[in-house]
Nanobody, 127 residues
Framework: QVQLVESGGGSVQAGGSLRLSCSVS????????MGWFRQAPGKEREGVAA????????YYADSVKGRFTISQDTAKNTMYLQMNSLKPEDTAMYYC????????????????????WGQGTQVIVSS
């Protein structure tokens, strides 16, 4: 069973930065797709960013483009989400996830495409 553990969440003021980490219990260099999702209280889960096998193509939600960067360190089996220029609306529980297959139709933002999930790390951005 693959395990994913997120870390790096916390409380910051608007305009600040955080870097989330997702440590994976297996080699990630060949994983078809890994992603970050978030869920705010009372809202549906949404895809934030995804990275395809070998750190190739990356995808971002429109709401975070230009502010967030997804990356991988395959030697450490770790995925990252660098979050800059944070806004109060970025407040949410953030989850990392791993897909066993290439998302159908490049639908990286669809949670059902992912098989394994971490427990989440809380991000709070105050104004």
């Amino acid at each position: 069973q693959v395990q994913l553990v997120e870390s790096g969440g916390g409380s910051v003021q608007a305009g600040g930065s955080l870097r989330l980490s997702c440590s994976v219990s297996e080699h990630i260099y060949s994983r078809p797709c890994m992603g970050w999702f978030r869920q705010a209280p009372g809202k549906e889960r949404e895809g934030v960013a995804a990275i395809y096998a070998g750190g190739g193509r990356t995808y971002y939600a429109d709401s975070v483009k230009g502010r967030f960067t997804i990356s991988q360190d395959t030697a450490k089996n770790t995925m990252y989400l660098q979050m800059n220029s944070l806004k109060p609306e970025d407040t949410a529980m953030y989850y990392c996830a791993e897909a066993q297959n290439h998302p159908f139709g490049d639908n990286w933002w669809v949670g059902n495409e992912y098989s394994y999930w971490g427990q989440g790390t809380q991000v709070i951005v105050s104004s």
